[in-house]
């Protein structure tokens, strides 16, 4: 009998690295999001289609590199490509109980779209693009105290106008350095 325990271990291991994605469904999700289409393992794999704050995203695909759990981080890489979203992004990171870390994040889109995602209501209508590029974010305390920690990276708006008047009024261009 005791010969055959060393298959308990093996038999969690592969449980967990082969757990079907589909499991986001057994979680309780935060208000504002729906997801449906879910499909590869938990480990790897791809949203078909997803609602936050009113706005829908499709084939959204993540990645998780279990191997940094040995030092108590969680590496990851989600893709959220151009076709058929409101914005396209590319971001990697590391995450653990107490912190976030984004070590890449590249993400373009329009301006109204995002304003409706992150539930930004503007008193004028606005249009325009945007793009961000991060090459190091941090945020240290995850209790909401603070938006970071550690910031590094530009960001734009181009083609930025306003409607005033039933008039669209153009603004410019806006680059910032973000630190």
Not at 97 to 103: C, D, N, Y
Request: proline letters at 6%; hydrophobic letters at 45%; glycine letters at 8%.
């Amino acid at each position: 009998m005791k010969k055959w325990l060393w298959l308990i271990p093996v038999y969690l291991i592969a449980l967990i690295a082969y757990m079907p994605a589909a499991v986001v469904h057994w979680l309780p999700m935060p208000a504002g999001i729906y997801v449906e289409q879910v499909s590869g393992t938990l480990w790897q794999g791809r949203i078909g289609y997803a609602v936050v704050n009113h706005t829908a995203f499709h084939n959204v695909s993540w990645s998780l590199a279990p191997s940094q759990l040995i030092t108590g981080q969680l590496g990851f890489s989600v893709t959220v490509p151009s076709k058929n979203n409101p914005l396209a992004a590319q971001a990697s990171g590391s995450a653990s109980l107490s912190s976030i870390e984004l070590t890449q994040l590249r993400a373009t889109g329009e301006l109204a779209p995002l304003m409706q995602l992150v539930n930004f209501n503007m008193p004028l209508k606005t249009e325009g693009q945007w793009r961000i590029a991060l090459e190091n974010y941090a945020l240290n305390d995850l209790s909401g105290a603070k938006l970071c920690s550690a910031l590094k990276g530009n960001a734009s708006g181009s083609n930025i106008r306003v409607l005033v008047n039933h008039r669209w009024e153009t603004l410019g261009d806006f680059p910032l350095n973000l630190g």
